[in-house]
């Protein structure tokens, strides 16, 4: 299947020069699904709805301060191969070309809404992401900013000093926030007023209560309920309670769910891969294999590195963190870490990684001397 129905030529074409004020009354007016932005005539960057809308900067601003890169796609492509281009791009849009003439754009939910009914061979429980950054109900807005930033996260399941599930916060309820008190108490200078929001507690703005799923759903449930709900991702609870946190599922997780290949080669897919420097996807593949390697029971089904790039530098080098997640036979297994380039922070990541596989192997290993040692008692 490839994403030739799926592309669609309903866009809007904007300079890199236009100003916002400008692009928001066009989008207002026409509704298209997403904005193609050019540079001298070349393609340039996307913007899409959600980044117009909900931009606080403002109208005098040029499109090319709020456009994000995308890759191009070509409108016969494998639909496979463009879910991964759009997870690895970072992105929810890209421009879809015919030849050198651009055809259009397509975006995730584009791709999801075309493959929805094939997703009743995958359980959430393949796909979901165990290893949750949370955040307590008593914390401070601007403590949950800074751990969204910290982990490169666009959503914070909201917790009572039990760790019981309270509510959801996403980046998009604190710019929601921020937007509407924008508009009611004008845009001059608010840094106090900004401030004041810093210092709310997070239930304040939090979304309650929360849409679950549960790991024995069909993805293709899961996914129809984001549609009817408008939303990206979904708190995992388990199947005897809606209290405790599991993890998370989002529309990524489902669209690098996708890519999984059944090759001998272990499938990596890598997130921000513009972000890679030295290191190539060979090198990657490479290491991560030699690390798996020495446990040899273990299966990797699928291998996820995403970096993410923080403001701060050194001698012009920005600190990066990297996340690799495997899905593997025996479970999920993590590690990440930070470091001043995409080289030093895989590393970091790669040691903690290699601690949690040699660990998983010695648990497995106490388990089945323990499994020995009752044997023998019982022979007694």
């Given at each position: 299947?490839?994403?030739?129905?799926?592309?669609?030529?309903?866009?809007?074409?904007?300079?890199?020069?236009?100003?916002?004020?400008?692009?928001?009354?066009?989008?207002?007016?026409?509704?298209?699904?997403?904005?193609?932005?050019?540079?001298?005539?070349?393609?340039?960057g996307?913007?899409?709805?959600?980044?117009?809308?909900?931009?606080?900067?403002?109208?005098?601003?040029?499109?090319?301060?709020?456009?994000?890169?995308?890759?191009?796609?070509?409108?016969?492509?494998?639909?496979?191969?463009?879910a991964r281009m759009?997870?690895?791009?970072?992105?929810?849009?890209?421009?879809?070309?015919?030849?050198?003439?651009?055809y259009g754009?397509?975006?995730?939910?584009?791709?999801?809404?075309?493959?929805?009914?094939?997703?009743?061979?995958?359980?959430?429980?393949?796909?979901?992401?165990?290893?949750?950054?949370?955040v307590g109900e008593k914390?401070?807005?601007?403590?949950?900013?800074?751990?969204?930033?910290?982990?490169?996260?666009?959503?914070?399941?909201?917790?009572?000093?039990?760790?019981?599930?309270?509510?959801?916060l996403t980046t998009h309820d604190i710019i929601d926030f921020v937007v509407r008190d924008d508009r009611r108490q004008g845009r001059g200078d608010r840094r106090g007023d900004l401030d004041r929001m810093l210092d709310l507690p997070v239930y304040d703005l939090m979304s309650a209560p929360v849409i679950t799923a549960q790991p024995g759903e069909l993805v293709r449930d899961v996914v129809s309920r984001m549609f009817e709900s408008e939303i990206s991702g979904l708190v995992v609870t388990p199947t005897d309670t809606e209290n405790e946190v599991s993890g998370i599922v989002t529309k990524t997780d489902?669209?690098?769910?996708?890519?999984f290949t059944e090759e001998q080669q272990m499938d990596v897919q890598i997130t921000n891969i513009d972000l890679l420097e030295a290191l190539t996807r060979e090198d990657i593949v490479a290491d991560i294999t030699s690390v798996v390697d020495k446990?040899?029971?273990?299966?990797?089904?699928?291998?996820?590195?995403?970096?993410?790039?923080?403001?701060?530098?050194?001698r012009g080098t920005p600190l990066i963190q990297c996340q690799i997640r495997l899905r593997t036979s025996h479970g999920q297994l993590a590690g990440s870490g930070e470091g001043y380039g995409s080289e030093h922070a895989f590393h970091v990541a790669l040691d903690k990684l290699e601690r949690n596989v040699l660990e998983k192997k010695g648990v497995n290993a106490d388990e089945k001397y323990r499994g020995q040692l009752v044997r023998k008692l019982g022979d007694l």
């Open positions: 299947m490839d994403i030739t129905n799926i592309a669609t030529p309903d866009f809007v074409e904007v300079d890199a020069g236009k100003r916002l004020g400008k692009i928001r009354s066009i989008f207002d007016r026409e509704k298209p699904r997403g904005i193609i932005v050019t540079e001298d005539g070349a393609y340039a996307v913007i899409g709805e959600k980044q117009l809308v909900r931009s606080r900067m403002e109208d005098d601003t040029k499109a090319s301060a709020v456009m994000t890169s995308a890759p191009r796609l070509d409108r016969h492509e494998d639909v496979r191969e463009a759009l997870v690895e791009g970072d992105t929810k849009i890209a421009p879809v070309y015919e030849g050198e003439k651009l754009i397509v975006t995730g939910d584009d791709i999801l809404e075309a493959v929805l009914e094939s997703l009743d061979a995958i359980t959430v429980e393949d796909i979901y992401t165990e290893d949750v950054v949370s914390a401070h807005v601007g403590q949950a900013i800074n751990r969204l930033r910290e982990h490169g996260v666009s959503r914070l399941p909201v917790v009572d000093e039990r760790g019981d599930l309270e509510g959801i489902v669209l690098r769910a996708l890519t446990y040899q029971k273990m299966q990797v089904h699928h291998a996820h590195v995403r970096f993410h790039e923080h403001k701060e530098k050194l």
